[in-house]
C-alpha cells in the first residue's frame, strides 16, 4: 500500500478496539453454530448422574439426536445462547484491545524500550476484560444451560425459564456461578496468551510475516485446550451451580465438597475430555474466522483513517 506524507502507513496502522470487538464477534458467532450440538452434549455430560457416567460425546449426541427430535435437540437453546456468545466476544475483544493500547502507551510514557506487555500484564488484561464480559452476560449463559439441560419434553422458551429463575431464586439467580467465573477469567487470557507466544515463537524462528488460515485455527486450538486443562474444575463446578435446580443454591464451597464426597477429586474432571474437544474446534474456528474479518475490517477502518487525515492536512 502507497505511503502519504504526513499519513501513518498501512503497516503500522493497529485495528482499533471497535474492529476487534466486531471481528471476534463475528467470528464467535460462527463457530459457536458448528460446534453447538458439542456444547449441548458436553453441559449434559457435566450434569450426569453415576449410573450415565461411562457415556461418551458421541454417545450423548447420538442420544440427543434420536430421543429430542433430531437436529431440534441438539440446537437447543441456540438463540440464547448466540446472544451470549456475541456479547461475550464483543465486550471481551473491545475491553481487552482498549486495555491493551492503554498499557502501551503506559509502558511507553515510563521509557521502557519496548510497548511491548510483559506476562503478568497480558494475563492480568486478558483477565480483567474476560471479568467485566462475564458479568453483563452470565445472566443469559445461566437461562441458556437450563435450556441445554431441560431435555426433549422441555416446552419453556428464554422468556418462561428466565421467570422460573426469577422466582425460584431471586435476581441474584441470574448470576449463579459468577463467583467461579471470577477464577474462570483466567481461560480467556491464558488461551490469548498462549497463542500469542506460540505465534511469536513460530514466525520469529521460521522467519514468517503471518499465519496462515490453518495455523491461526492449530495454535488457537492448542492454546484453548491448555487454558481448558488448567481450569477445568472450576469449569465444571459453574455448570453444576447453573444447573442446579433447587431453591437453596449452593456456592462454589459447598458444591465443591459436594462433588469430592460423591466421586473424590476425579469427579472434579468428569466431561474434561469433552470440554477440550468443544474448546478445541471452537476456538480454531474462532480465530480463523476473526482473524480473516479483522483484515478486512483493518482495511476498511484504514480508508477512513486516511480519509480524516487527509481533511485535516487540508485545512
Known sequence: MSKEVGILPFEDYKLPPIGHAISGAVGSTIANLFIYPLD???????????EEKKQGLLDQIKTIYEQEGGLKGLY??????TVATVLSSFIYFYCYTALRNVQEKMNTNMGKSSAQLNVAQEL???AEAALISRFFTTPVSNITTRLQTAGGDNKKGFKEIAMELLKSK???GFWTGYRASIVLVSNPSITYFVFEKIK?????????QSLTALQVFLF???????????TYPFIFLR????GNQAKKQDGIVDTLKAVIAKDGYTGLYKGMKAQIIKGFFNQGIMYMIKDYVATYLALVFY????????AKLAQ
Not at 40 to 50: E, F, H, M, P, Y
Not at 76 to 81: H, K, N, Q, T, V
Request: glycine share 10%; aromatic share 6%; with cysteine.
Open 40 to 50: 449441548i452434549s458436553t453441559t449434559r455430560l457435566q450434569l450426569k448422574g453415576d
Open 76 to 81: 437447543a437453546g441456540l438463540g440464547s445462547d
Open 124 to 126: 492480568f488484561l486478558g
Open 170 to 172: 431471586g435476581i441474584t
Open 200 to 208: 511469536s515463537i513460530y514466525m520469529r524462528t521460521q522467519n514468517k
Open 220 to 230: 488457537s486450538a492448542c492454546a484453548k485446550s491448555i487454558a481448558t486443562m488448567i
Open 239 to 242: 455448570t453444576r451451580m447453573v
Open 303 to 310: 480508508h477512513s483513517f486516511k480519509l480524516k487525515m487527509r
